[in-house]
């Protein structure tokens, strides 16, 4: 859930807490880059709140949000840009608070500065994958019968194949894409062994 606001969280601090956050949720990939350091702006800073359906206890005109700023973003991703789709985002808002005053003997309850910073993630996204040996010297020993004997079914493309997104293994393996001749199966096969690694 988004406080609305950055509220006191600068982007280095936000930057830090997200660093943090990563490395105690998967970790940090070793060859990770950061890519992409900015902020959500606020569409209108006076009235932080309008247009959210959540509750928000925010900053008003007088504490306004850090820079008019309601989250930062930061993106990593391979270093080598090996396999473009992978990245570790992550979204830092303030989900902290004014000062709550209990004058429970005068029946007087009430918010009031300081405000209390805490960083918050508002979203944690990963795709990160490794690489398997690479491509070498090949020979397609035990395709599908079907294509093996199907003529009409080139390669249609190379790429990296990876398990289900539901899978724990995380490795990709360089491979090549064919068809069948009616275009209604995929077969992929690893350029690493020649084998037959799915199909769809």
């Known amino acids: 859930m988004s406080s609305g606001?950055?509220?006191a969280v600068s982007e280095s601090q936000a930057l830090q807490y997200a660093e943090t956050w990563v490395g105690n949720n998967g970790g940090m990939p070793s060859d990770a880059v950061l890519s992409h350091a900015g902020q959500i702006s606020n569409p209108n800073p006076s009235v932080i709140t309008t247009g959210y359906s959540y509750a928000v206890v925010a900053p008003t005109s007088s504490f306004p949000a850090y820079n008019n700023t309601r989250a930062w973003v930061f993106i990593w991703r391979h270093a080598n840009s090996i396999i473009d789709g992978d990245k570790i985002e992550v979204m830092v808002d303030d989900a902290g608070s004014w000062t709550f005053y209990n004058y429970s003997s005068l029946g007087i309850f009430y918010y009031y500065t300081p405000w209390v910073s805490s960083p918050s993630v508002r979203l944690y996204s990963r795709l990160w994958r490794t690489l398997a040996a690479p491509v070498g010297t090949v020979s397609m020993v035990s395709l599908a019968t079907t294509l093996a004997s199907d003529r009409s079914a080139p390669a249609t493309t190379?790429?990296?194949?990876?398990?289900?997104?539901?899978?724990?293994s995380t490795t990709a393996v360089p491979c090549q894409q064919y068809t069948s001749g009616s275009g209604?199966?995929?077969?992929y096969v690893s350029l690493v062994t020649g084998e037959p690694i799915g199909t769809h």
């Open 158 to 168: 190379t790429g990296y194949c990876a398990p289900d997104m539901a899978s724990t």
């Open 5 to 7: 606001t950055a509220g």
């Open 184 to 187: 209604l199966m995929w077969y």
